[in-house]
């Protein structure tokens, strides 16, 4: 059962990851070739859930740092608007690029995330939570 303790952590995590967001795709996604804002904060949305899983945290902590920040800092459907825009300009090459990059290093970051979480967690690296 959720507590407001849980749920507080989610709305600061959140906060959080929203304006990390919003700062990183203002700063990259201007004029490049593809919207790298939404790529790096996607794929580091990614580490960091793999990370979290792995470390095998408290639930609040897994709230704040799982559901709230790497929740509001990824975003899947400004990440589909981006693919449907590029099809749209008949950028093929770019949008399969773009489509399947980000699913494979997707895939490769969580998953070293979860390696690294669970490497840190079973030799007592981390043991605060």
Same mark, same amino acid.
């Given at each position: 059962?959720?507590? #407001? =303790?849980?749920?507080?952590?989610?709305?600061?995590? $959140?906060? =959080?990851?929203?304006?990390?967001?919003? @700062?990183?795709?203002? *700063? @990259?996604?201007?004029?490049?070739?593809?919207?790298?804002?939404?790529?790096?904060?996607?794929?580091?949305?990614?580490?960091?859930?793999?990370?979290?899983? $792995?470390?095998? +945290?408290?639930?609040?902590?897994?709230? +704040?740092?799982?559901?709230?920040? =790497? $929740?509001?800092?990824?975003?899947?459907?400004? #990440?589909? *608007?981006? +693919?449907?825009?590029?099809?749209?300009?008949?950028?093929?090459? *770019?949008?399969?690029?773009?489509?399947?990059?980000?699913?494979?290093?997707?895939?490769?970051?969580?998953? =070293?995330?979860?390696?690294?979480?669970?490497?840190?967690?079973?030799?007592?690296?981390?043991?605060?939570?």
């Amino acid at each position: 059962m959720m507590t #407001w =303790a849980d749920l507080a952590a989610v709305g600061a995590g $959140g906060f =959080a990851g929203a304006i990390i967001r919003y @700062l990183v795709s203002r *700063k @990259l996604n201007t004029r490049a070739p593809v919207p790298y804002g939404t790529l790096v904060v996607n794929m580091f949305g990614c580490l960091l859930i793999g990370l979290v899983a $792995g470390l095998q +945290l408290s639930p609040t902590l897994t709230f +704040l740092l799982g559901s709230g920040l =790497a $929740g509001a800092l990824t975003t899947f459907s400004t #990440w589909l *608007k981006e +693919l449907v825009g590029m099809a749209r300009l008949r950028e093929v090459g *770019k949008s399969s690029g773009y489509l399947m990059g980000s699913i494979i290093l997707g895939i490769v970051l969580v998953y =070293a995330g979860y390696i690294g979480g669970t490497f840190f967690s079973s030799n007592g690296l981390v043991s605060c939570c």
